[in-house]
């Protein structure tokens, strides 16, 4: 599969918060009615031993490619073969086989029958899962997700070659492209698929499919990561891509058709880069086997795989659901630093001092520099340790930034328009919408002369586009307020003792209780209980 680029880290250069001061100064000066919104335009196991579950009445994994060894479970203990129970559950709303009522529903559900908690201990970042199943109701469910033949309807919507579709096959092991220039004519794209035997692959197809943006919009609150998707369609007896690894978390959901896969063990593991690999640099497959349609399939980042559609057969249609770029806890302590560096320097001389004479001209780090930053290093965790305070993170921000809305239907009236009751000082209030809300501490950006402080900012998701969504456009802007930074234990109290009275609100004065909770309230973050 192909690499899921996820949009670029976006600076504070386009941003559209508003400011908590200018919502204080309506309120004091024309009353509640004049508040409106304010819109911006090491090592990692991977075992021999693939683990897998068949459900239902599918052949066992014995009978066809996988190894039979039974994993270890200690000294004299076996693990014995997982129960071949169907999954069905029923979600809210109507039938499906996904459990919508809540984010950690909904992923027990999609790798059911394993459990969360399992599949966390034994799996995640550590080595794959297949789950195979058959039940032909949960293989039409899966088909409706994304087929073939909604290509057509696609196209017609103006879809272009390299930003929506690619066309590719895998020759002599390497990718070669078949994209034509500017947009994609469903008949041309059906003759390379007929003719040339090659690969669709569907850029972010939750931007269409309203399926794929409920389930992927459950698993970005679940992860806490952005979570994209490409679907891969690729006729009988053809490969898309060479054997390569990723840079995500992959959860591949086979949709139509059958297909071939093999996996070896990493050359990186939990890889940091999207890389080609060499059949001859990889070695035998390490696992091998058929999906078919209602079948799951995990591996962590790292994993080397390649996949075909075997001859004979019809087409196959899979989607790789990808999470967790750049997420790891070096990503977090480059994101997070900045700002304990910034926090020291305002308070210890010793940060402020300036750095040696010519230490920029040296080739190399003198032994005194070293000891000097190992000294400061060992001063910051001290800092940190025993904490709770509210860190910096340009994470959170470009997480809720880039994310997809919360998933609705109809017109989304009530992610845009504040409803109910207008807060006052004796009203409760709760907070909606938690999973799509975060809170960061960071320093106010203007251009101004005065020295800059740290302002509170909650950034909120319910504006963003499912159109652009993990589409890296520039047009991605952020959305939500800026408080002082004396406000964030009132803010926290909304986020951790939902709901609250408004009185109790952790401010000095009435008028900054209730000018916090209007605030919040234009921004549909909290509803009066």
Known sequence: MMRTHLPPRMGDNRWGLKCFSAVTMLLNTKGPAAVRRIVPAEQTMFPSTLFS??????????????????????????EGPVPRKQLKVEAAG??????????????????????????????WEQKPLLVQRDDPALAAYYQSLFKLSDLKSLCSRGMYYGRDINVCRCVNGKKKVLNKDGKVHFLQLRKDFDQKRATIQFHQPQRFKDDLWRIQEKLECYFGSLVGSNVY?????????????????????????????????????????????????????????????????????????????????????????????????GDFLLDTISGLVFDAAKEDLAFRAGIPRQLLLQVGTTTAAVRRLSGFLRTLADRLEGTNKLLSSDMKKDFVMNRLPPYYVGDGAELATPGG????????????????????????????????????????????????????????????????????????????????????????????????????????????V
Not at 68 to 77: L, W
Not at 106 to 119: A, G, Q
Not at 283 to 290: D, K, S
Not at 304 to 322: C, E, F, K
Request: aromatic share 8%; hydrophobic share 35%.
């Open 53 to 78: 579950v068949c459900i239902s009445s599918r052949r066992g994994l014995e009978d066809r490619t996988m190894p039979k060894k039974a994993k270890s479970m200690g000294p004299g203990k076996e």
């Open 94 to 123: 109507g039938p499906s086989f996904l459990n919508f009522d809540s984010p950690s529903d909904l992923f027990e559900s999609l790798i059911s029958p394993i459990k969360t908690e399992t599949f966390f201990k034994e799996f």
């Open 233 to 329: 369609i690729t006729p009988a007896g053809s490969q898309g891509l060479p054997p390569h690894y990723d840079d995500v978390e992959v959860f591949i959901l086979q949709l139509e058709g059958e297909k071939h896969w093999r996996l070896y063990h990493p050359t990186v593991p939990l890889a940091r880069d999207y890389s080609v690999e060499a059949e001859d640099r990889i070695g035998r497959p390490a696992h091998e086997f058929t999906l078919k349609p209602g079948d799951l399939l995990y591996f962590p980042r790292g994993t080397i795989h390649q996949a075909d559609t075997p001859p004979g057969l019809a087409h196959s249609t899979h989607v790789t659901i990808s999470t967790y770029q750049n997420n790891s806890w």
């Open 421 to 528: 009751q207008l807060p006052r000082l004796d009203s409760v209030v709760k907070l909606q919408f938690k999973d799509h809300t975060v809170l960061t501490v960071k320093p106010e950006q203007d251009e101004s002369d005065e020295a800059q402080e740290n302002m509170v900012f909650v950034y909120h998701s319910l504006k963003n586009r499912r159109e652009t969504h993990m589409m890296g456009s520039e047009e991605t802007e952020s959305h939500g307020l800026r408080f002082p930074l004396s406000h964030v234990d009132a803010l926290k109290q909304i986020w951790n003792s939902s709901p609250v009275s408004v009185k109790d609100l952790k401010l000095p004065t009435d008028e900054q209780k209730e000018a916090l909770a209007l605030a919040l309230w234009t921004e549909c973050l909290i509803q009066v």
